[in-house]
């Protein structure tokens, strides 16, 4: 059985990482579901103080290494990727302003490839819409792993928690967390 990619975006992963380590490249669930990020992301992260200051184990070796499981793609792939970057770009200029050029990069790898994106970002959600690529956010795919026994509700209510201490909360956050767990998020 081949594994079902799942490709996270900058936010995401930033927001799960550190909890959940290796958070890449590592199959769970009887689908053999299968985290992968953007090279870009790097990018992204480096060119960002914003980013640097409130995620600095991001650059610590063993999340540089598990960033080394990237999502594959063949040449072909790459030319077709650019040509949906540059439609999905053109719309999202006028559309969706708030969403990055990296964000449109991660958009176009995953309706490309057929794959769903996870992101919290409300606009890149709005953009997946518009463009019919499947995505969910960072709390689904913790559900997700839940279901499949790859992380526990102890796991979660840490990843939540730490969230709030550091008010970096998705938007919805508590009606997504109680739809989706059955509980009032942690404190």
């Given at each position: ?50 980013l640097r200051n409130a995620f600095p184990w991001v650059n610590e070796a063993p999340y540089v290494s598990n960033r080394s499981h990237r999502l594959p793609v063949t040449r072909d792939e790459k030319t077709e990727i650019q040509r949906s970057f540059d439609f999905i770009n053109n719309h999202v200029r006028n559309a969706h ?91």
């Amino acid at each position: 059985m081949t594994e079902s990619r799942i490709l996270v975006d900058s936010n995401a992963y930033f927001r799960l990482a550190k909890s959940i380590h290796p958070l890449l490249g590592k199959t769970f669930g009887r689908e053999l579901y299968c985290l992968y990020i953007i090279k870009q992301l790097q990018t992204e992260y480096d060119r960002s103080p914003k980013l640097r200051n409130a995620f600095p184990w991001v650059n610590e070796a063993p999340y540089v290494s598990n960033r080394s499981h990237r999502l594959p793609v063949t040449r072909d792939e790459k030319t077709e990727i650019q040509r949906s970057f540059d439609f999905i770009n053109n719309h999202v200029r006028n559309a969706h302003p708030g969403v990055s050029k990296v964000d449109v990069l991660c958009l176009a790898h995953a309706e490309v490839l057929g794959i769903p994106v996870v992101t919290d970002d409300a606009d890149m959600i709005e953009a997946a819409r518009d463009f019919e690529i499947r995505g969910c956010k960072t709390l689904e795919l913790l559900k997700l792993m839940y279901n499949c026994g790859h992380v526990n509700m102890t796991t979660i209510r840490g990843i939540a928690g730490y969230w709030k201490y550091l008010n970096d909360c998705p938007k919805d956050f508590a009606n997504d967390y109680r739809k989706l767990f059955g509980e009032n998020p942690p404190r």
